[in-house]
C-alpha cells in the first residue's frame, strides 16, 4: 500500500518538473481531529481516475495535525480536478471500514461533495483549476 | 487491494440505506403537511395519535382501575417513533420520527410510567442546529446535512431489546443504541464484543427484530442496500458475537422481521427492489414493488452461515412473523401476517401524516411450511379471509421452538360496523391444537397497539400468564396500559393503568419481569 503511494508520490514529483505552465492549487483540509497517523489526498485529473479505473495524477501524504492542515502545488496545468481526501489515522495506508464496507476513518471530497446511497460522482466533486484555486475541504467524522 | 479500490468500496457503502436530496412526496409544499393534518384532525380526531410528541420526556404515576394482578411486577419497555415534527419541519412518514423510549414500572404500589426521547447523534445535532437537518426513511427536510454513515441519521424508533442486561433501542439501517434501564436516559451507539479490530461492528445494521432463544442466544440480521449485503449476527446469551455472516443479495430489498429454528434461519426477501431512482427521491421512494417477481425464501444453516438456499413464493410483504419451529424431519413452520403487497408502508404511513386516509391492502395471518430436504415450501391462510391482522407474538419461553398459541391484534374487515379509526382495534389468542380463537374487541374510542403475553413467573411454558398491551384513548386524550388473563382474553381487561397525556402511537415493546 505504501508502496502504491510512494510509486503515485513519485509520479507528483515527475508532474513537478515537468509542467512550465502550471497553476497553483491550495488546499486546506479542515476537521482534522487528532494528529494521529497521516492525511492522504489524491488528486484526480480524469473520471476514470476518480472511479479508480487509472491512478490518480498525484498524491500526497502528510503527517496529520490537529484543527486545519494546508497543501499548495504549483505542478498542475489548468482543467478539471477534483480530491479525495482521507484521515488514515493508523497509518496503514488504507480507508479502513467496518464490517460491511462503511468508513470509520474520516473523509471527504472536493467541492465537500457528498453522494446519494454512496460516494459523490465526479460531476459533483470536479473543480477548475484556472490561475489561482482553493478547495476547503471539510473532513467527515 | 489497491488504497484507491478500498476507498471506493468503503465510500460505495458509506451512504447505504441513506438518502441525501429531498424528497419526491412534496407535491404540496412542507408546510401544508402540518397545516393539512390539523385540518384532519378536526375531522377524525383519533389522528391524535400521529400527532406526534412536544416534549422530550414524560413521567407519571398511572391512575389504576380494575384489579392488577399481584404477581404482575417488572417493567413494560415500548419504543416507536414520536417526535413527528422538527423546527415546523412535518415529517412524510409515521416511521421518520425520532424514537421515544417508554418504561411502564408495575410494582405492588402501583404503575408508573417515564418516557425519553433517545438522544440519538442525529436528534442531538438537529437541537444544536435548531433545524430538521437530515433526511429521513421517507422523507428528507429541505437543505439537507450530508450523510456520512448510517449512525448519523439513527433514529433508533422501531422496537427495544433487553439483553444481558443492556436494554437498546433499535432502528433497523445502524447501531443499537444502549439507554440507562432506570432512567432511560441515552448512553449512546452500542456495539457488541467481538473478536474483531475496534469499531468493526460500529453501525453494522441490526434488525429491529432479534430473535432470542430460550438459553439467551440471540440471532438477527440486517440489510445493506448499497452493498447489496444481507448480514447474519449470532450473539451469546453473555452478549458477545460468536460469528456474523454476509450474504450477497441481489437485488436488494427491504426486510423487516426473520425466523429462527432449532436448525436454520428463515428471511423472506419480497421484490421491494432497492433501485436508486435519481436525486429528489427518499430511501423509501427508491424502492420500487416488483409484483411479478418471487418473494424469494432464504434458509440458512444456523451453525455455519455459507450453507444456504433459496426457495420461492409469490409476492408478498410480511412486516412480522410470530414463531418458527422445526421438527425431526426438517421440516420447518412458522406463522406471518401477509399482505399482498406493501401499500400499507407505500402509501397509508406516509399519508397518515397529513391526515390523509389512504387505502391499502391489509395483511392477513399464514402458516408457512418449509420441507429443508426436498428444498420446498408452501403457504396457506390461518383464518378465514377478511380478518386483518398483525404484530403477532408469543409466549417468549418458546422462542424458536414449537408453539401451540399465537397472540395477535387483529380487525374484522367484514364486520358490519367498523370503528372510526383505520388502525386495528382488536387483541386475539389462537391455540393450533384446538383450532380456538378467543377476541377482544376494543371500544371505538382506543386504538389498541402490539400485545405481548407475559407469563405467570411460577408457570410453564404457555400455561397461565397475562396479555399486557397498550391502547390510545383518543376521546379522553389518555394511553392506557391494560392487562388481561391470558387464558380469557375476550373477557376484556383485568385492570387498566392510565396516563394523564397521550404518547405518541408506536411500535414494538419488550416485558422484563421484576
Redesign the interface.
Known sequence: MKTLFSLVAGLYAILVTQFIAADTLRVVIENVASSEGNIMLEILSTEAEFNGESPAVAAIIQRAQTGKMTFTTDALPPGEYAIRVMHDKNGNGELDSNFVGIPKEPWAFSNNATGKFGPPKWQAAKFALDGESTQAIALNQ | M????????????????????TSAAGDTGRGDWANQFAAAREQHPWLLGYQGIQEKSLSSRATLSGEWPADLTGTLFRNGPAQHEVAGFRYQHWFDGDGMLQAFRMQPDGVTHNAKLVATHKLLAEEKAGRALYPAFGSTPPQPA?????DAVNVANISVLHHHNKLLALWEAGSPWEMNTKTLDTRGPYEFTAD??P???????FSAHPRVEPDGTLWNF?Y????K?L?LWHINPAGRVVK?G?IPMDPITMVHDFIVTQNHIVVLVPPLHFE?AG?GLSFLD?HHWRPADATRVLVVEKDNFNNHFFLELPAQWVFHFGNGWEDKHGIIRFDGARAPDPSLMLTSFRDIMRGQISPARHAEHHQYRIDTKQRRVAEMPLFAQGLSAEFPSIDPRVSCRRNQRLLFMCRDMTAARQPAHTGLNAVATFDYASGQRHTYVYPDSQIPEEHLFVPHPASAPETRGWILGTALDWQQGRTLLNVFDGARVEEGPLATATLPYVVPLGLHGKFVGA
Open positions: 489497491t488504497t484507491r479500490r478500498l476507498f471506493l468500496q468503503s465510500l460505495a457503502v458509506a451512504g447505504a440505506g441513506l438518502a441525501t436530496r450530508p450523510v456520512t454513515s448510517p474483531l479490530p469499531n468493526s461492528l460500529s453501525g453494522v445494521p440486517g445493506v442496500s448499497n452493498a449485503l448480514v456474523m454476509r436508486p436525486d427508491n
